[in-house]
């Protein structure tokens, strides 16, 4: 597995696979032959058909500065669902011809290409970690720093230091989201009318669920946002996180580092052994994989076991399990942004099922990402970031109620 320095990404949204991605594959490339004098881009399948949406274009363009980019579009799904082929013509000769794969969470594959990418960990898969951690007497965070070295820490404080920076950002920004949806920020008005009501419970739901919209909705907005594992999951982690700060007064921020620590290394395990993109898997690989690194996350800040930490990622991401990729017009907006605060607070009830329930589960954490990899291979390909199905299909414009 690779660092999760290569998970928790600082960037502009609204897509880690859609936007970060490309855009870093075309900088590269430009780099790779600066005497270019155009590019010409092609991008397939999901990227063909909710680029526009994902602003895919725009990030490409500013990747590239000033040298003119012609775009084009096709479907071949013998290709990865989010591929690019980025050709490069200097007095109209071909210089460089480059595909690539945007395979999620910023990360991009060059087709052909050796990877320079280094896999540092040793083992693959939870049941693994958990045998050397108990053989040593560890726990999940201490792994993390044992196989990154103690200087990890220094920037997962940055990753913690960002994602509350978009928390605060998001709460105190109003308007409405850019594209045909006219969606209006809805955090500002989540947060302000907290004390509308005097149900402890509702509150606290309310508060958990602004700071996932606070979040979500500046990556809409194309503001900076921490990949966690994607953009478009990128809402959940911080919300809970935060959330379990202000409340809880012996929740340090050493408590929260190691949270960072353990949602990360969850993340890996399924980035590796399955798909954290939602062309790949459908939304189960993003917000589910957020929801599993939440509820890791949770655990971790109550001190609780190894098994309880494994058994509440595990039923975060089984009530996921078959949860479509349908982005309405192409943009992360619905039911993008709702379905990251509805992930937030189900991550705090799997932790709080865990608790009481470990000794009696049955379903371990690897079977269940084997289980959302195939669910998602399964799945039809309408129901994979392309807009074509489920409430993308549905949707009517003109409907006011869909508009907020």
């Known amino acids: 597995m690779l660092s999760i320095r290569s998970l928790y990404q600082v960037g502009h949204g609204p897509s880690s696979s859609h936007t970060m991605g490309?855009?870093?594959?075309?900088?590269?490339?430009?780099?790779?032959?600066?005497?270019?004098d155009r590019f010409e881009i092609m991008l397939y399948n999901s990227l063909a058909l909710t680029g526009r949406g994902h602003l895919t274009e725009e990030a490409i363009k500013e990747s590239l500065g000033e040298t003119p980019v012609t775009f084009l579009t096709s479907l071949?799904?013998?290709?990865?669902?989010?591929?690019?082929?980025?050709?490069?013509?200097?007095?109209?000769?071909?210089?460089?011809?480059?595909?690539v794969n945007s395979t999620g969470g910023g990360r991009i594959v060059f087709v052909g290409d050796d990877s320079t990418e280094k896999h540092i960990y040793p083992h693959k898969t939870f049941k693994e970690i958990k045998k050397y951690c108990k053989s040593k007497h560890m726990a999940l965070h201490d792994y993390v720093y044992e196989v990154e070295g103690e200087e990890i820490k220094v920037f997962l404080e940055e990753i913690w230091e960002a994602m509350k920076s978009s928390i605060i950002r998001g709460i105190a920004t109003h308007g409405v989201l850019p594209g045909p949806l006219k969606m209006k920020r809805k955090a500002p008005e989540l947060y302000s009318k907290l004390k509308a009501t005097d149900v402890p419970e509702l509150v606290e739901?309310?508060?958990?669920?602004?700071?996932?919209?606070?979040?979500?909705?500046?990556?809409?907005?194309?503001?900076?946002?921490?990949?966690?594992?994607?953009?478009?999951?990128?809402?959940?982690?911080?919300?809970?996180?935060?959330?379990?700060?202000?409340?809880?007064?012996?929740?340090?921020?050493?408590?929260?580092?190691?949270?960072?620590?353990?949602?990360?290394?969850?993340?890996?395990i399924i980035k590796h052994n399955a798909s954290i993109s939602g062309a790949v898997a459908g939304c189960q690989a993003e917000v589910g994989s957020?929801?599993?690194?939440?509820?890791?996350?949770?655990?971790t800040l109550f001190n609780l076991s190894m098994d309880q930490i494994e058994y509440a990622a595990e039923i975060a991401m089984e009530h996921h399990l078959g949860l479509t990729c349908d982005p309405v017009?192409?943009?992360?907006?619905?039911?993008?942004?709702?379905?990251?605060a509805v992930a937030a607070l189900r991550a705090i009830d799997a932790c709080g099922l865990a608790y009481f329930l470990t000794d009696s589960r049955k379903i371990s954490f690897d079977m269940v990402v084997q289980t959302m990899y195939q669910t998602g291979l399964d799945m039809h390909q309408s129901y994979k970031e392309t807009s074509q199905g489920g409430l993308a299909y549905y949707f009517k414009e003109e409907d006011d109620v869909n508009c907020w």
């Not at 490309?22 to 270019?36: H, L």
Request: glycine share 8%; proline share 5%.
């Open 22 to 36: 490309p855009a870093k594959a075309s900088g590269i490339v430009k780099q790779a032959c600066p005497s270019c």
């Open 76 to 99: 071949d799904l013998t290709k990865h669902p989010n591929t690019l082929i980025i050709k490069g013509y200097e007095n109209d000769q071909l210089m460089i011809e480059k595909e």
């Open 205 to 268: 739901n309310r508060l958990v669920a602004s700071y996932a919209f606070a979040v979500s909705e500046e990556n809409a907005g194309g503001g900076m946002i921490v990949t966690a594992p994607t953009c478009g999951a990128c809402g959940v982690l911080p919300a809970v996180l935060y959330y379990m700060h202000e409340k809880h007064h012996f929740i340090s921020k050493e408590r929260i580092i190691n949270g960072l620590a353990v949602a990360g290394l969850i993340g890996n």
């Open 290 to 299: 957020a929801c599993s690194m939440a509820a890791a996350a949770h655990a």
């Open 329 to 340: 017009n192409g943009y992360v907006q619905i039911p993008c942004i709702e379905r990251n």
